[in-house]
């Protein structure tokens, strides 16, 4: 199976990645996802079968695809001029996105091509790093304290995840705002 990585930007194969990208995400829209085979999204795509097996090499693999373009974030987190506002908005609304029902079945795509050995999960993993990274530079530019970018991962992103994968309950505005305290405690 050809990966992502080898894959040349541009020309057919960008063609064939976004025709194929935009009849899942159209399918997936308005059909149950049991329903969704790969020769239904080759006819919708107007590719054949045979393309979208040697690319992607079965359905899920081709839905981990689709929800890590979907998961990578279109711009930094937002600079409001302070690291600890920075982090709890941008933990809040990573919450609300990943634990909404689209977030949780793009959250079991990827987890479901993890044994594939394609790095999803990794892709994934990385784009939360760079999303904290920002904030991390942002706060170091304007001298602040921030934790390093592992601390937040692991006592901020980890319990949400954890929660959102394991918990009935999403964890709420309340929760995240009290990780985040314990990241950045308020100065009085």
Known sequence: MTTRESIRPGGRSARVQASVHKAVRGLLSTMDRSDVTIP?????????????????????????DVAVERLRPDAPPRDTGSARTDL?????????????GIGRAMIRDVLASVGADTGNAGKCCSYTREQVQS????????????????????????PIMYRILFDDVPPTSEKVLSLVESLLPERR
């Open 40 to 64: 239904l999204i080759a006819t919708e795509a107007g590719v054949t079968p045979s393309t979208i097996y040697r690319r992607w090499g079965d359905l899920p693999e081709l839905l981990a």
């Open 135 to 158: 904030i991390a530079e942002r706060a170091r530019d304007r001298g602040e304290e921030f934790p390093d970018v592992e601390t937040v991962i692991d006592k901020l992103v980890a």
């Open 88 to 100: 709890t908005q941008w933990a809040e609304q990573y919450a609300d996105e990943m634990a909404s």
